[in-house]
């Protein structure tokens, strides 16, 4: 079993930045995948970013150039940090391990950021 604990997220006026930070712990392996994922109201959930152990990120066209994904394989952390967040980057935002050897993913509990003025 994996745990992931997710802290950030929150309410910000556009344009502005929030940080989602995921510690995961359980069975992990070096090779696994981490990474965000995000889920509006009555849309299904869809990436945002993942980033592999040796730093190659993946982004969804719509975050591209606004949101980094960073990976701390020593703490087995993964950090999202959004930049000039729009009203559409509102969400439920969910930290993501994919355990390649099983194929299981494991998900966070999740956390709301909301873009409003």
């Known amino acids: 079993q994996v745990q992931l604990v997710e802290t950030g997220g929150g309410l910000v006026q556009p344009g502005g930045s929030l940080s989602l930070s995921c510690v995961a712990s359980?069975?992990?392996?070096?090779?696994?995948?981490m990474g965000w994922y995000r889920q509006a109201p009555g849309k299904q959930r869809e990436l945002v970013a993942r980033?592999?152990?040796?730093?190659?990120?993946v982004y969804a066209d719509s975050v591209k150039g606004r949101f980094t994904i960073s990976r701390d394989n020593a703490k087995n952390t993964v950090s999202l940090q959004m930049n000039s967040l729009r009203p559409e980057d509102t969400a439920i935002y969910y930290c993501?391990?994919?355990?390649?050897?099983?194929?299981?993913?494991?998900w966070g509990q999740g956390t709301q950021v909301t873009v409003s003025s």
């Open positions: 993501n391990r994919h355990v390649v050897l099983s194929n299981t993913h494991y």
């Open positions: 359980g069975r992990i392996f070096n090779m696994d995948l």
């Open positions: 980033v592999t152990t040796t730093g190659v990120t």
